[in-house]
């Protein structure tokens, strides 16, 4: 085979080569260097078919050889500058940010504060007796009655004191009597709050709290909590 035949298979051979190169280098090299680049190696080619044409037999075929070796440097030149064109620019690496770290809301420090101020267990249960309150109404009934009583009893100043005695033992008879009426039952409950506090409540009937329920206020009172 001779000389000449094998300068397209070379040129093909070595502009393929040139290709790849471009493309695993065309991200990271930028255009004009490139160009730069594929001409050069373009133009090593052109002079080594240059060289090769020389061993052609006749003048003519060594002319078509060149005419051959100058188109393939032309289109190789051309394709260099057309890949230059085409190539979309490299643009800078956005640089890394890292997030900062969202804050964590820590739970608020509750230990030293109780969770419920207003809630506490009944640490006593009583049951008593309680007088009821006395009129002034009984107090002018029983002094009425015991005057009249008085003044049946003696004549004269006798008369007069035994009015007066009466009167005022009737006043006091009559209060204890209103107030022994009046009497009733009465709880008593005593709550133990987390503070350490202390707090009595009175109750007129039956409540249902038995020591060590939990139990809360509410308003004047304490209801279970």
């Given at each position: 085979m001779?000389?000449?035949?094998?300068?397209?298979t070379?040129?093909?051979?070595?502009?393929?080569l040139a290709?790849?190169?471009?493309?695993?280098t065309a991200a990271?090299?930028?255009a004009?260097p490139?160009?730069t680049?594929?001409t050069k190696?373009?133009?090593a080619?052109?002079?080594s078919?240059?060289?090769?044409?020389?061993?052609e037999?006749?003048?003519?075929?060594?002319?078509?050889?060149?005419r051959?070796a100058?188109?393939?440097?032309d289109q190789?030149?051309?394709?260099?500058?057309?890949?230059?064109?085409?190539?979309?620019?490299?643009?800078?690496?956005?640089?890394?940010?890292t997030?900062?770290p969202?804050?964590?809301?820590?739970p608020?420090?509750t230990?030293?504060e109780p969770?419920?101020?207003e809630c506490?267990r009944?640490?006593?249960v009583s049951?008593t007796?309680k007088?009821?309150?006395?009129?002034?109404a009984?107090v002018?009934a029983?002094g009425?009655?015991?005057?009249v009583?008085g003044?049946q009893?003696?004549?004269?100043l006798g008369k007069?004191?035994?009015?007066?005695?009466g009167?005022?033992?009737?006043?006091?008879?009559?209060?204890?009597?209103?107030?022994?009426?009046?009497?009733h039952?009465?709880w008593n409950?005593?709550v133990?709050?987390?503070?350490?506090?202390k707090?009595?409540?009175?109750?007129?009937?039956?409540p249902?709290?038995?020591v060590g329920?939990?139990v809360?206020?509410?308003?004047n009172t304490?209801v279970?909590?």
């Amino acid at each position: 085979m001779k000389p000449r035949k094998l300068i397209p298979t070379i040129a093909l051979a070595c502009a393929a080569l040139a290709g790849n190169a471009w493309a695993l280098t065309a991200a990271a090299v930028p255009a004009k260097p490139q160009v730069t680049a594929d001409t050069k190696a373009a133009q090593a080619r052109y002079d080594s078919d240059k060289k090769l044409c020389n061993d052609e037999t006749s003048s003519s075929a060594r002319l078509q050889c060149r005419r051959d070796a100058k188109a393939e440097y032309d289109q190789a030149v051309a394709a260099a500058k057309s890949k230059a064109s085409a190539a979309p620019a490299v643009a800078p690496a956005a640089p890394s940010v890292t997030p900062a770290p969202v804050p964590v809301p820590t739970p608020a420090a509750t230990a030293s504060e109780p969770a419920c101020p207003e809630c506490g267990r009944v640490m006593a249960v009583s049951v008593t007796q309680k007088a009821g309150d006395y009129s002034a109404a009984g107090v002018l009934a029983g002094g009425a009655i015991g005057a009249v009583l008085g003044n049946q009893v003696g004549g004269g100043l006798g008369k007069d004191l035994a009015t007066i005695a009466g009167a005022v033992g009737g006043a006091y008879a009559g209060r204890v009597i209103e107030e022994k009426m009046k009497t009733h039952t009465v709880w008593n409950v005593t709550v133990h709050y987390a503070n350490d506090s202390k707090a009595n409540f009175e109750f007129t009937a039956d409540p249902g709290f038995q020591v060590g329920d939990r139990v809360k206020n509410s308003g004047n009172t304490i209801v279970r909590q």
